[in-house]
């Protein structure tokens, strides 16, 4: 349902475009790794991957949860909530590895959390935290790189910002891209993984800032 949502919404307020390094679906079993700019990616990215055929389960915070109408559609969906900072961290990283064993597709953001910045310009991936390393080198799954930009064209700064700019989209209906990389499989200690995986999804990035155009 979550991206059904997000497959209708985002071409509604942007111009979405993706490229991909393999045809055709994520394999079963894959994590999607991405990077994290704005509130408004998770939506860009489940529309890309929706246009490829893939509906992954998605690692979130567990204060997405919390929201009404958001939490009902989280929690049918099977999606996986983050307890961060909390003792019940580690049980993300398990409801994901189970989901990967049962041949879904799972999405998580290396960075595990949103930039403090506030204007509308892409960066690269900041650094990544280890949650992706371990759940990758643990279950042994491959993990396809994905580079996202133009979101924060759509949501970015303060809270009355992030609504103009939502609010303005569908008139000024900003350009997005998304490019997936070729997958790879993460090895040697966690730290070296950790390495590994950003510089795979900040190539990834830096392919999608090439191929989104500027207006």
Same mark, same amino acid.
């Given at each position: 349902?979550?991206?059904?949502?997000?497959?209708?919404?985002?071409?509604?307020?942007?111009?979405?475009?993706? =490229?991909?390094?393999?045809?055709?679906?994520?394999?079963?079993?894959?994590?999607?790794?991405?990077?994290?700019?704005?509130?408004?990616?998770?939506?860009?990215?489940?529309?890309?991957?929706?246009?490829?055929?893939?509906?992954?389960?998605?690692?979130? =915070?567990?204060?997405?949860?919390?929201?009404?109408?958001?939490?009902?559609?989280?929690?049918?969906?099977?999606?996986?909530?983050?307890?961060?900072? =909390?003792?019940?961290?580690?049980?993300?990283?398990?409801?994901?590895?189970?989901?990967?064993?049962?041949?879904?597709?799972?999405?998580?953001?290396?960075?595990?959390?949103?930039?403090?910045?506030?204007?509308?310009?892409?960066?690269?991936?900041?650094?990544?935290?280890?949650?992706?390393?371990?759940?990758?080198?643990?279950?042994?799954?491959?993990?396809?790189?994905?580079?996202?930009?133009?979101?924060?064209?759509?949501?970015?700064?303060?809270?009355?910002?992030?609504?103009?700019?939502?609010?303005?989209?569908?008139?000024?209906?900003?350009?997005?891209?998304?490019?997936?990389?070729?997958?790879?499989?993460?090895?040697?200690?966690?730290?070296?993984?950790?390495?590994?995986?950003?510089?795979?999804?900040?190539?990834?990035?830096? =392919?999608?800032?090439?191929?989104?155009?500027?207006?």
């Amino acid at each position: 349902m979550l991206s059904r949502i997000a497959a209708a919404l985002v071409p509604a307020l942007g111009r979405l475009s993706v =490229t991909s390094e393999v045809a055709g679906p994520v394999a079963p079993g894959s994590i999607v790794a991405a990077n994290h700019s704005s509130l408004a990616d998770p939506g860009v990215v489940l529309a890309a991957l929706r246009r490829l055929g893939t509906e992954p389960v998605v690692m979130a =915070t567990a204060g997405l949860w919390r929201v009404p109408l958001l939490g009902r559609v989280l929690r049918a969906g099977g999606h996986i909530p983050v307890h961060r900072g =909390t003792a019940r961290a580690a049980t993300a990283l398990d409801s994901a590895a189970a989901a990967l064993a049962a041949g879904r597709v799972v999405l998580i953001y290396g960075e595990g959390g949103l930039p403090e910045r506030r204007d509308p310009h892409d960066a690269e991936p900041r650094a990544f935290r280890t949650g992706l390393a371990r759940l990758a080198t643990a279950s042994g799954a491959p993990v396809v790189p994905l580079g996202q930009c133009g979101a924060r064209r759509l949501s970015s700064g303060g809270a009355a910002k992030q609504l103009a700019g939502f609010a303005t989209a569908p008139l000024r209906r900003p350009a997005l891209h998304v490019h997936l990389g070729a997958p790879l499989h993460l090895a040697g200690d966690i730290p070296t993984a950790t390495a590994a995986a950003h510089h795979a999804v900040t190539a990834a990035w830096r =392919t999608a800032q090439r191929r989104c155009p500027r207006r």
